[in-house]
């Protein structure tokens, strides 16, 4: 009796049907170990709607049609199935509680693939290979725009936006400021050198326009210190600049506001960034800050692909012209890249920024990695770790090291000359 009972559990152990689950353009189909059809259940006959329902299946989640395929397959014994996509076979798993395999090819689907519009003709999906060829079109049309929309709507690649519109207003407030100053230095010429702040000086030439009314009140009001404001006031006295008619004093000071308010939009996009970089990449963050975080995902065209950079690459980002050259001609490769902006490596010692920017950059590498594929937050402990390896560098190389031989770089560089002379010869 227990004998028999064994054979039975071991016969009913071989004879699991499986089925492979396969998604394709017209529908969802099912088919067995022979590669006959199962069942289908088609899509409606809208591209938009077929193309939202494929983009779901491709982003792992199941959707009506599956649902009602699987519901109508299990009641025909199959107990086993086999997808393509590992995150449906995982879903599935643990909706309907049954095995699930993952085949990247299966030769079910590669079958379904090639025979596309036989099995649409002969569903009823279309009457004829014009028909399967329009929706087809339509679909994949569909299909492209949802694409390009969800990457458009990548969070990372707004603060990338934002990064590189701070660097572009930077240029045109050095632009404007050198232009004001320039042309407001007809008037008062000493100013220029008793003020460094270049926003105070747009704003002082805004507020109180000609130099006859840089008075010392009138300078301490602009918030300025009493000893400097005594001190431009007095220069003010004793100009040797030009006078200026009223009509030309209005357009400076109107450039003047212009300058201000760029300034100002500049600093609310830099709250901005600060802001989104706390919620969308928080531990890269913590480790390179928000600008500098932020010029990185724009330099390396979004956080998925800074996340699957090694810290190598991501240590030169920003210097790739320097590493060709150092490729071509044989000279020292360069050391960091963006990450010279970071304060633990422009305000250590210079040999040590090496090693500083090889252990930022692998740090920023795991950062990147944690915020690109939903990790926790781990930037403090980074952070720690971080600061604990650059004291070890600090203590370590202390002192600088005795400089290699000049010729041991130069040498190819020096070859490398010799050859472009001969060519230009020939």
Same mark, same amino acid.
């Given at each position: 009796? *227990?004998?028999?009972?064994?054979?039975?559990?071991?016969?009913? *152990?071989?004879?699991?049907?499986?089925?492979?689950?396969?998604?394709?353009?017209?529908?969802?189909?099912?088919?067995?170990?022979?590669?006959?059809?199962?069942?289908?259940?088609?899509?409606?006959?809208?591209?938009?709607?077929?193309?939202?329902?494929?983009?779901?299946?491709? !982003?792992?989640?199941?959707?009506?049609?599956?649902?009602?395929? @699987?519901?109508?397959?299990?009641?025909? !014994?199959?107990?086993?199935?086999?997808?393509?996509?590992?995150?449906? /076979?995982?879903? +599935?798993?643990?909706?309907?509680?049954?095995?699930?395999?993952? /085949?990247?090819?299966?030769? =079910?689907?590669?079958?379904? %693939?090639?025979?596309? @519009?036989?099995?649409?003709?002969?569903?009823?999906?279309?009457?004829?290979?014009?028909?399967?060829?329009?929706?087809?079109?339509?679909? =994949?049309?569909?299909?492209?725009?949802? %694409?390009?929309?969800?990457?458009? $709507?990548?969070?990372?690649?707004?603060?990338?936006? /934002?990064?590189?519109?701070?660097?572009?207003?930077?240029?045109?407030?050095?632009?404007?400021?050198? %232009?004001?100053?320039?042309?407001?230095?007809?008037?008062?010429?000493?100013?220029?050198?008793?003020? &460094? !702040?270049?926003?105070?000086?747009?704003?002082?030439?805004?507020?109180?326009?000609?130099?006859?009314?840089?008075?010392?009140?009138?300078?301490?009001?602009?918030?300025?210190?009493? &000893?400097?404001?005594?001190?431009?006031?007095?220069?003010?006295?004793?100009?040797?600049?030009?006078?200026?008619?009223?009509?030309?004093?209005?357009?400076?000071?109107?450039?003047?506001?212009?300058?201000?308010?760029?300034?100002?939009?500049?600093?609310?996009?830099?709250?901005? +960034?600060?802001?989104?970089?706390?919620?969308?990449?928080?531990?890269?963050?913590?480790?390179?800050?928000?600008?500098?975080?932020?010029?990185?995902?724009?330099?390396?065209?979004?956080?998925?692909?800074?996340?699957?950079?090694? /810290?190598?690459?991501?240590?030169?980002?920003?210097?790739?012209?320097?590493?060709?050259?150092?490729? #071509?001609?044989?000279?020292?490769?360069?050391?960091?890249?963006?990450?010279?902006?970071?304060?633990?490596?422009? &305000?250590?010692?210079?040999?040590? *920024?090496?090693?500083? =920017?090889?252990?930022?950059?692998?740090?920023?590498?795991?950062?990147?990695?944690?915020?690109?594929?939903?990790?926790?937050?781990?930037?403090?402990?980074?952070?720690?770790?971080?600061?604990?390896?650059?004291?070890?560098?600090? $203590?370590?190389?202390? &002192?600088?090291?005795?400089?290699?031989?000049?010729?041991?770089?130069?040498?190819?560089? #020096?070859?490398?000359?010799? *050859?472009?002379?001969?060519?230009? %010869?020939?």
């Amino acid at each position: 009796m *227990r004998f028999n009972e064994s054979l039975k559990k071991f016969v009913n *152990r071989g004879t699991v049907m499986k089925a492979s689950i396969v998604e394709s353009v017209i529908g969802i189909f099912a088919l067995d170990q022979d590669t006959r059809l199962i069942d289908k259940v088609l899509f409606k006959k809208d591209a938009e709607t077929a193309a939202e329902a494929i983009l779901n299946f491709e !982003n792992g989640e199941i959707i009506e049609e599956l649902k009602t395929l @699987l519901e109508t397959v299990l009641t025909k !014994n199959y107990q086993s199935f086999v997808f393509e996509n590992s995150e449906v /076979a995982k879903k +599935v798993h643990a909706s309907f509680q049954v095995e699930t395999e993952t /085949a990247k090819s299966s030769s =079910s689907g590669e079958l379904l %693939r090639k025979n596309m @519009l036989q099995f649409a003709i002969e569903s009823g999906f279309v009457k004829s290979e014009q028909e399967f060829r329009e929706w087809v079109r339509e679909v =994949s049309i569909a299909l492209t725009k949802k %694409r390009v929309r969800k990457v458009a $709507e990548k969070r990372d690649l707004t603060i990338a936006q /934002a990064v590189l519109s701070i660097d572009d207003l930077d240029k045109t407030i050095n632009l404007f400021m050198g %232009r004001i100053q320039e042309w407001y230095g007809l008037h008062f010429p000493e100013l220029t050198h008793l003020l &460094e !702040n270049q926003e105070t000086y747009a704003r002082l030439v805004s507020d109180l326009g000609s130099r006859d009314s840089f008075d010392a009140e009138s300078l301490e009001k602009q918030g300025l210190p009493q &000893e400097k404001a005594m001190q431009i006031a007095d220069a003010a006295a004793k100009s040797m600049g030009a006078e200026f008619k009223e009509e030309d004093m209005q357009q400076i000071q109107e450039l003047c506001k212009t300058a201000l308010e760029l300034s100002a939009r500049r600093k609310k996009l830099e709250t901005y +960034v600060d802001t989104t970089m706390r919620e969308v990449a928080p531990n890269l963050n913590e480790i390179a800050g928000s600008l500098l975080g932020a010029r990185l995902i724009a330099i390396a065209s979004g956080l998925d692909a800074l996340a699957k950079m090694p /810290a190598s690459t991501i240590q030169v980002l920003g210097a790739e012209k320097a590493l060709f050259r150092a490729l #071509k001609t044989g000279t020292r490769p360069p050391k960091h890249g963006l990450l010279f902006q970071h304060a633990l490596i422009h &305000e250590a010692a210079r040999w040590q *920024r090496g090693k500083v =920017s090889r252990a930022l950059a692998g740090k920023i590498a795991i950062a990147a990695r944690i915020d690109a594929y939903g990790g926790k937050f781990a930037g403090e402990e980074l952070k720690t770790d971080l600061e604990k390896r650059v004291k070890e560098i600090q $203590e370590k190389y202390a &002192e600088a090291p005795p400089t290699p031989p000049v010729q041991q770089w130069q040498k190819p560089q #020096k070859r490398f000359k010799r *050859r472009f002379k001969r060519g230009r %010869r020939r």
